[in-house]
């Protein structure tokens, strides 16, 4: 019998998570660039690249991987708790070799020997991490309050400690110590979650090799997220090139998380469990809607960016930023690719058990966005890496939709998205003639392009019958007449 949670419930917690991961940045960032400036901000990227590296050898593909399992037998307790402590344990194992690796870092490479010891606390973070599991569960509730709570209170260290660019170090360690905090207070709640497993009867092979499945395409992912950065700035030699990336980069993901964040990671687990019951038109119906709720709120994101890039960065970053414009404008397009991937990723590939040939098509894009980076870096620096970035998630997101079975098509994306295309391109045209005819743009300006563009996006796409648009609301108005007749 399906147990199920509410859907709408999960999604719930975690847009209001995934909101506040948002809005933290976006309290943060203007503080901590004007502070740290780029060269600070781009060592802090350079070297947080090389952590990134580390982290994924020690997690291994437990992060897709045991949402996967947990959520295949989550109505037999005894068998999540025994795969729970089998999967843990081993990523505590595999862990624990990668912090004596970090350790011969800080001892042989001097040269920003100070921040990778500040770094530190991010391997141990990622060692007691068990989000999965609440994913699994479709219990997130959980993993949502502790994370919230050590996030906020990280806001408020940054800023009564972080007082000018020599608190670099101090920066990344609270940004660590919160993130260990975060994933510890997971643990408070799994008494009540699992039960007690005679250790003899752990077997921790299988999952090895499993895991290692799931690792190829996160390793693979990584040259295109993560070698970016360590190429610039091995290549361009240039602090503030990172610097720019970076601040690029973090506008771009705080617009995925708000896009597709939420909806692949409590659709991923519903998913799992539908593939085990083998219901395949409903996984399809599923699939499809979160590809056409994605591409709603992602062509209005991409093409609000594109509007608002020259506005926003002055007033946001401030003075000395200028390079992050050009970056997002190229970047933008990222939101839209990555998002229909990612979803594939979530709620096919993953959920099917079909990791294994996912990771073949990321290892293609790996190696592309590896030689796009080594052509382009040395002329166009931060913008080359975007470039390679483009084309690389562009091959992905082919031969995702190439191998998929029909569960979605390149018919169904364009059907979708002309409309939403229109619309969006209206809407960056009278966005950025806003910003561009306003006497002295900033603070007040930009609300004005937001909240415009906004509304206009969405008022076109309801002209233009956007199916999804009208659904919305429809809904919309029958929960105001039904109160309205309630009252």
Request: glycine share 6%; aromatic share 14%; proline share 2%.
């Given at each position: 019998?399906?147990?199920?949670?509410?859907i709408?419930k999960?999604?719930?917690?975690?847009?209001?998570?995934?909101?506040?991961?948002?809005?933290?940045?976006?309290?943060?960032?203007?503080?901590?660039?004007?502070?740290?400036?780029?060269?600070?901000?781009?060592?802090?990227?350079?070297?947080?690249?090389?952590?990134?590296?580390?982290s994924?050898?020690?997690?291994?593909?437990t992060?897709?991987?045991?949402?996967?399992?947990?959520?295949?037998?989550?109505?037999?307790?005894?068998?999540?708790?025994?795969?729970?402590?089998?999967?843990?344990?081993?990523?505590v194992?595999?862990t624990?070799?990668?912090?004596?690796?970090?350790l011969g870092?800080?001892?042989?490479?001097k040269?920003?020997?100070?921040?990778?010891?500040?770094?530190?606390?991010?391997?141990?973070?990622?060692?007691f991490?068990?989000?999965?599991?609440?994913?699994?569960?479709?219990?997130?509730?959980?993993?949502?309050?502790?994370?919230?709570i050590?996030?906020?209170?990280?806001?408020?260290?940054?800023?009564?400690?972080?007082?000018?660019?020599?608190?670099?170090?101090?920066?990344?360690?609270?940004?660590?110590?919160?993130?260990?905090?975060?994933?510890?207070?997971?643990?408070?709640?799994?008494?009540?979650?699992?039960?007690?497993?005679?250790?003899?009867?752990?077997?921790?092979?299988?999952?090895?090799?499993?895991?290692?499945?799931?690792?190829?395409?996160?390793?693979?992912?990584?040259?295109?997220?993560?070698?970016?950065?360590?190429?610039?700035?091995?290549?361009?030699?240039?602090?503030?090139?990172?610097?720019?990336?970076?601040?690029?980069?973090?506008?771009?993901?705080?617009?995925?998380t708000?896009?597709?964040?939420?909806?692949?990671?409590?659709?991923?687990?519903r998913?799992?469990?539908?593939?085990?019951?083998?219901?395949?038109?409903?996984?399809?119906?599923?699939?499809?809607?979160?590809?056409?709720?994605?591409?709603?709120?992602?062509?209005?994101?991409?093409?609000?960016?594109?509007?608002v890039?020259?506005?926003?960065?002055?007033?946001?970053?401030?003075?000395?930023?200028?390079?992050?414009?050009?970056?997002?404008?190229?970047?933008?397009?990222?939101?839209?690719?990555?998002?229909?991937s990612?979803?594939?990723?979530?709620?096919?590939?993953?959920?099917?058990?079909?990791?294994?040939?996912?990771?073949?098509?990321?290892?293609?894009?790996?190696?592309?966005?590896?030689?796009?980076?080594?052509?382009?870096?040395?002329?166009?620096?931060?913008?080359?890496?975007?470039?390679g970035?483009?084309?690389?998630e562009?091959?992905?997101?082919?031969?995702?939709?190439?191998?998929?079975?029909?569960?979605?098509?390149?018919?169904?994306?364009?059907?979708?998205?002309?409309?939403?295309?229109?619309?969006?391109?209206?809407?960056?045209?009278?966005?950025?003639?806003?910003?561009?005819?306003w006497?002295?743009?900033?603070?007040?300006s930009?609300?004005?392009?937001?909240?415009?563009?906004?509304?206009?996006?969405?008022?076109?796409?309801f002209?233009?019958?956007?199916?999804?648009?009208?659904?919305?609301?429809?809904?919309?108005?029958k929960?105001?007449?039904?109160?309205?007749?309630?009252n």
């Amino acid at each position: 019998m399906d147990k199920s949670p509410g859907i709408k419930k999960n999604y719930l917690y975690r847009l209001l998570y995934d909101i506040l991961t948002m809005i933290t940045p976006f309290i943060t960032a203007p503080y901590v660039s004007r502070v740290l400036g780029a060269d600070g901000i781009g060592i802090y990227s350079y070297t947080q690249s090389y952590m990134t590296y580390l982290s994924m050898f020690a997690v291994l593909g437990t992060a897709s991987y045991g949402t996967r399992e947990i959520a295949r037998c989550r109505n037999d307790k005894y068998e999540y708790s025994k795969k729970f402590w089998e999967i843990e344990l081993l990523t505590v194992f595999t862990t624990s070799i990668c912090l004596l690796i970090w350790l011969g870092i800080i001892i042989f490479v001097k040269k920003y020997q100070i921040y990778f010891v500040a770094l530190v606390p991010s391997l141990f973070a990622a060692m007691f991490d068990i989000s999965w599991f609440y994913t699994g569960c479709e219990t997130i509730g959980y993993m949502i309050l502790g994370n919230s709570i050590w996030k906020l209170l990280g806001v408020v260290c940054i800023f009564l400690v972080i007082k000018n660019n020599n608190d670099l170090f101090l920066y990344i360690l609270i940004n660590t110590t919160m993130l260990l905090s975060a994933n510890l207070s997971m643990w408070i709640f799994l008494p009540k979650m699992l039960i007690r497993i005679n250790v003899k009867e752990l077997n921790f092979k299988i999952h090895f090799k499993e895991t290692l499945i799931y690792f190829i395409p996160t390793i693979a992912t990584s040259i295109y997220t993560v070698l970016d950065k360590t190429l610039i700035g091995a290549i361009t030699q240039n602090e503030y090139e990172n610097g720019y990336y970076e601040q690029a980069t973090k506008i771009i993901n705080m617009a995925k998380t708000a896009v597709f964040g939420a909806v692949n990671s409590v659709m991923g687990a519903r998913i799992s469990f539908l593939f085990s019951e083998n219901r395949v038109n409903e996984i399809k119906q599923r699939l499809r809607k979160s590809v056409d709720f994605i591409l709603l709120l992602g062509f209005g994101a991409m093409f609000g960016i594109i509007g608002v890039s020259q506005t926003f960065v002055p007033v946001f970053f401030g003075e000395g930023y200028e390079a992050v414009i050009n970056i997002l404008y190229c970047m933008s397009p990222l939101i839209i690719i990555i998002g229909i991937s990612n979803c594939l990723g979530a709620q096919y590939y993953t959920p099917a058990g079909l990791r294994a040939e996912s990771a073949k098509y990321i290892i293609i894009g790996s190696f592309v966005n590896l030689i796009m980076n080594l052509i382009f870096i040395p002329t166009l620096g931060s913008i080359g890496a975007t470039v390679g970035s483009i084309i690389a998630e562009l091959t992905i997101a082919i031969l995702y939709l190439i191998r998929c079975n029909g569960y979605l098509t390149v018919n169904y994306i364009c059907i979708v998205s002309y409309k939403r295309v229109l619309a969006g391109i209206v809407m960056s045209l009278a966005v950025y003639f806003i910003g561009k005819f306003w006497k002295n743009p900033g603070v007040t300006s930009l609300i004005v392009q937001i909240i415009t563009g906004a509304s206009l996006y969405f008022t076109l796409l309801f002209i233009l019958k956007d199916k999804l648009q009208t659904e919305f609301t429809q809904i919309i108005i029958k929960k105001i007449l039904y109160r309205g007749v309630k009252n």
